[in-house]
């Protein structure tokens, strides 16, 4: 005589909601452990993006400050020579800070915050709930 019984539909049930409810707060923990890694790269990315941007605009202002002293020297001196070094020398600090703020801009933006190990993980998760009650 078999002595071993199967579980009954309700004791399948009970197993079922209670692996489900372990499962939801390994992933509950999963989340929170990513986002808290897409924070820490986030804050980094803006960190780093902000100091260049920060750079960019020193340069900017060098710049500025050098254009107007072209300006200046060009209505005090009718001479050409020193207005326009001083321009050349303007006009390269604005091309560099324009290429720094560029760049930090590009860096602030290089994060995707989505938690898609999570969301992939979830999308298993459901795959299979799915399968098993089928």
Not at 90 to 117: E, N
Request: net charge neutral; hydrophobic share 50%; proline share 3%.
């Amino acid at each position: 005589m078999n002595t071993t019984e199967r579980p009954g539909v309700v004791a399948l049930v009970t197993d079922a909601l209670g692996r489900s409810a372990d499962l939801i707060q390994t992933e509950i923990r999963l989340a929170r452990v990513e986002l808290g890694e897409k924070a820490d790269a986030l804050k980094t990315s803006v960190v780093s993006g902000l100091v260049m941007m920060l750079v960019g605009t020193v340069f900017i202002i060098g710049a500025l400050i050098l254009v107007l002293q072209a300006l200046v020297a060009a209505l005090i001196e009718s001479g050409v020579s020193p207005a326009l070094a001083i321009l050349i020398v303007a006009g390269g600090s604005a091309v560099g800070g324009v290429v720094v703020l560029l760049a930090g801009k590009k860096t602030i933006g290089a994060v995707d915050p989505t938690p898609t190990r999570t969301i992939t993980s979830l999308q298993n998760d459901a795959r299979m709930a799915k399968e098993s009650l089928t």
